[in-house]
């Protein structure tokens, strides 16, 4: 076997093992991707090589589809409520990054292991490529990852559990504010019993316009129908309700009783479609203030959105890029598809050429230096394509080239990106295993876990005492600042407030880039 062929065999052996072992759950927790370099450690403490142009291409496709998929709702950071969470993410990353430097300083690490310890505690993937890339050939780097991301995912998710305790409150006592919820999604057949909603709208019912639930049919003899333009309730009507089982219990209560919901047509084919919201006019606005039951004869009964599918509220404001689960007559369906964006099917392909351009974009903007203190300063090919990826995220498109990747193709894209790099970054790393571990093993799990607990704590503080946000605005928060999606899960599987999802949304675009710099920050001062 020639070495091109055996180091290919390396790669795809090391990426299908590490995806194994991220797959290993423990009580909900999870390595996912990040498992690729553990087994890509072993494989180089074995000796196996994998080349570094290899890594760099995967880095730069990683970066530039995760930009592209933040992009859309990069802006909405400083635009609305995300202020105050962006000073929390600042305050987050600040300490973590002073903290690292403090332990390198004290315990004589130096600085490919400081920054290696900071990206794995602050679970950032790109923070590790920026210092990878700042220290070509330092093995050492990908070692203090190895060895903190563990304290990093567990750390947050023990930190997140125990917030509402110190704020004196209980996660699920927040008010939420009508946007993304959480909980799988479920429909239920109702029949309306309460004589005092006859003649009423279903907008002007508190129950459903508080509730993340909608109604999206009305039963015509056996026949599940759009509910028309100009609906009204009446007593004895049976209506199809989308939502989550405690926004259902609340909704039913108001409504009437359940019924049985086998036996009945549903024209999914003909009465429903997936639409991709572009149009300038539907982006910003809630579902309320479009009336799309009155101007175009549709209810939106899903939205998916970062990856995520929820039932939206009437306060829910559109974003570019939503995908919306619309449901009405074919003819409403057409109108509503013209103005609002397109089906969901033609922006299934990916532009090939402008994914050339964008990521030959993102490699000539990493390497554009500024002198400043007299030394030289570059985004590299972490911070390039991923400025790049965000700026054509958020604006759509920069005359023919689209910032457009589909859902399936971009996830695809992006995975395979990140465990290319993590497999030769962690082969490299395998060389010196052994022996950083040897002389700073003990030192580098206490660091590890100052590195995680600082940040932690000063968010904790800056919320409470500076920035006045809720608990589960604090969870999301804070599982955002530390990119960290197991934390995310932690808070979100015990409360189904959308708070901590929508906090966890608005912080993570700006933390990935903040978090990328303090990696290149830290070895520029360290050495």
Known sequence: MNDVAEELLVLCTVIGVGLGLGRVSWRGVSLGSSGVIFAALAAGHLGFEVSRLVGSAGLVLYVYCLGIGAGPGFLRTFLRRGKSLSVLALVMILTAGLTAWSVAYFAGLNSGLAAGLLAGAMTSTPALAAATESLPGDGQVAVGFGVAYPFGVIGVILFVRIVPRFFGGHAGSDSDDGEA???????????????????????????????????????????????????????????????????????VDVLGERCDA????????????????????????????????????????????????????????????????????????????????????????????????????????????????????????AGGPLIVGLMLGQLGHVGRVVGHIPRAGRLLLAELGLAVFLTQAGVEAGHVLVSVIREHGVTLCIASVAIVTAPLLAGMLAAQWLLRLSPLEVAGGMCGAMTSTPGLGAVTSTTDSSLPLTSYGTVYPLALILITLASSMLISVLN
């Open 181 to 251: 919820g959480s909980g799988q999604i479920r429909r239920q057949l109702v029949r309306v019993l309460n004589p005092g909603l006859a003649g009423r709208r279903v907008r002007d019912v508190p129950a459903i316009a508080q509730a993340n639930c909608q109604v999206s049919r009305i039963l015509n003899e056996r026949r599940l129908d759009p509910v028309p333009a100009g609906f009204q309730l009446a007593e004895g009507q049976r209506l199809l309700l989308v939502g989550t089982e405690e926004s259902l219990d609340q909704v």
């Open 262 to 381: 086998t036996g009945y047509i549903l024209d999914v084919e003909q009465h429903r479609r997936r639409v991709v919201v572009t149009s300038r006019e539907f982006i910003g606005q809630s579902l309320e203030q479009l009336h799309l039951l009155t101007r175009f004869g549709v209810t939106i009964s899903r939205i998916v959105r970062h990856d995520l599918e929820f039932v939206p509220s009437p306060r829910e404001r559109l974003q570019w890029g939503d995908a919306l689960t619309t449901v009405g007559e074919p003819e409403s369906l057409d109108r509503f598809v013209a103005a609002a964006g397109h089906r969901e099917r033609t922006l299934d392909e990916t532009d090939v050429i402008s994914l050339a351009v964008g990521l030959a974009a993102g490699i000539v903007l990493g390497h554009v230096e500024l002198v400043a203190g007299g030394k030289s300063i570059s985004l590299g090919l």
